[in-house]
């Protein structure tokens, strides 16, 4: 419940701090008074958008905190979920700058619009005059009637799968627009696939052909080079090895006589013995090369191919080419197995909808049971308000259509006055008659729909005399249920109130602000019989006003 809300540099309100209690409270004041800006102010508590014209003064920040009780409630997970601190007394504060910007927090911690709304609807229900007109939203009557039918939970389940649903439809849909696509390219792409696969291309494939082209297009110069080495290294006179070996025999005959000497010996010897391997070597890669046409033939047109391939596909390396064999060998096998994969979507699409369409079925066979019940509750509770006469008819139609809460279509008639066709509730009911409807209203899901407070602005509006005194005793009934804030012009009701709250204007400095009070019984009196008779208080108002606080 509200236990208190305050308020600073918000339109009228320079400073004001109010403590709510439980049962039902009523708030009086005149017209222009600032009811209003009261509820304007509570609103951007629970989430409503703000900017800077609501600023009283416009170089300071407006603060408006809102204190709830809420250890009843089970709101421990929501907390959790969003990452807040719980509290039993949890406080709401929205900071408006001058700036315009706006700011929100749940017990100290930063948090969005989104959140606060999500938890304001947990809190506190607001009833505005305007909002009789509710009762003609098709939306609003599904509520009504899924409370009484306990379908929140069911519903809730109906909604996630309906996400899921459309989300496979969705990929159901880019599937065949894909296959669409892809069909058209198929043979194109195919073709190109077995281009490249037919090539059976290796990563390092280019750089090896081009180095053998390089050596056997000049064979001749390498064979020339490798014969004149042989002969300047064999020559029996003047040869590089002859040279080599009279070196190292000379070496050998001094090499007792000193370590340095034998040291020569050593390294020539080496040399020798290294320059006899590379001319085996010279001489072997002498011998073995053969110049074959058909294998330059063959290297050429392996080379014009690669070359071929890349200029096509507009790449510079065998690995580009592979990575578009692969990204075609995909694109080939999109289309070879779509109808595979369209039809386990297809089944997966099946599975979703019959678990919802038997969600969807259960939903309306609640509402089927809980239509009776909240016609005769409605019937029973207006004709204590006066309309004796008023019957209701629920036309509910189960559909092949899914909808967000279901699969049914409803239609709310009423029969204001005996032996008159039913007909649509706004064409049918007066202001006067659409307040006590909705008050029955609120009455009946105050039973179902476990929710702190609620917040009646001018509901009363278009009744008087016996049938206000009724709606009051109503209001007070729901009030042994949860909290009940009830703005009101009608002094029946003014005086059903535990506690009595009013709204002035004063006049501080030239400076015309909003005040809120909690009246004494003395103070409740004088409010009543203004109510009753206007500003010059006679004492049959004060009577009377003694009569109905009593």
């Known amino acids: 419940m509200l236990t208190n809300l305050s308020i600073k540099n918000y339109a009228l309100i320079e400073s004001l701090s109010v403590n709510f209690k439980d049962k039902l409270s009523i708030i009086t004041g005149e017209t222009g008074a600032g009811k209003s800006i009261l509820l304007g102010a509570l609103g951007l508590v629970l989430g409503k958008r703000a900017d800077s014209t609501t600023l009283k003064n416009k170089e300071v920040k407006c603060v408006i905190e809102g204190q709830f009780s809420i250890s009843n409630y089970s709101l421990e997970d929501f907390f959790q979920e969003n990452d807040l601190d719980f509290e039993k007394e949890t406080i709401i504060r929205r900071e408006i700058l001058p700036s315009g910007k706006s700011r929100a927090f749940i017990n100290d911690t930063p948090t969005t619009l989104q959140v606060l709304n999500s938890l304001s ?49 969705k990929e159901l849909k880019e599937l065949i627009k894909s296959q669409k696509l892809a069909q058209e390219q198929f043979d194109y792409n195919l073709h190109l696939f077995e281009e490249l696969s037919k090539a059976n291309l290796k990563i390092e494939e280019q750089q090896a052909i081009e180095q053998k082209l390089d050596k056997l297009n000049n064979i001749e110069e390498i064979k020339l080079s490798l014969s004149e080495v042989q002969s300047v290294t064999f020559n029996d006179e003047i040869g590089i090895n002859a040279l080599l070996t009279s070196v190292v025999n000379n070496l050998q005959k001094i090499k007792g006589f000193s370590k340095e000497y034998g040291a020569f010996y050593e390294r020539a010897l080496s040399v020798k013995i290294e320059f006899e391997d590379i001319g085996s070597e010279i001489e072997r890669a002498n011998e073995e090369i053969d110049f074959d046409t058909s294998e330059l033939e063959n290297l050429n047109d392996r080379l014009q191919l690669i070359y071929n391939l890349q200029k096509k596909h507009s790449v510079s390396s065998i690995s580009e080419l592979i990575r578009i064999e692969e990204e075609l060998s995909v694109k080939v096998d999109q289309v070879k197995n779509s109808s595979k994969q369209i039809s386990e979507k297809e089944a997966e699409i099946k599975n979703v909808s019959d678990k919802i369409d038997h969600l969807a079925k259960i939903i309306f066979k609640e509402r089927q049971k809980a239509i009776p019940v909240l016609t005769e509750k409605l019937e029973n509770k207006l004709m204590y308000l006066g309309m004796e006469n008023t019957r209701f008819q629920f036309n509910l139609v189960h559909l092949d259509q899914y909808f967000y809460n279901g699969k049914d279509e409803l239609q709310l008639l009423i029969s204001a006055n005996k032996g008159v066709n039913f007909g649509e509730l706004k064409k049918i009911a007066s202001g006067g008659e659409l307040s006590r409807i909705m008050l029955s209203v609120k009455s009946i899901l105050s039973e179902y729909l476990k929710l702190p407070t609620i917040i009646f602005d001018e509901i009363d509006t278009g009744v008087s005399g016996d049938v206000s005194q009724k709606m009051a005793e109503i209001m007070k009934e729901m009030s042994n249920n949860m909290q009940v804030i009830t703005i009101t012009h009608l002094p029946q009701i003014a005086a059903k109130g535990k506690q009595h709250y009013k709204v002035y204007k004063e006049d501080i400095a030239n400076n015309i602000v909003t005040k809120l009070t909690e009246l004494t019984y003395t103070e409740r009196i004088d409010e009543i019989a203004e109510m009753l008779g206007g500003k010059n208080i006679s004492e049959t108002a004060v009577e009377h006003a003694k009569q109905l606080l009593n």
């Open 121 to 169: 609807e947990k809190l506190i229900d607001v009833h505005s005059q305007h909002q009789t007109m509710q009762l003609s939203d098709v939306s609003f009557q599904f509520q009504i009637l899924d409370a009484i039918a306990n379908n929140s939970e069911k519903i809730e389940s109906y909604k996630r799968g309906l996400i899921v649903y459309k989300k496979l439809l």
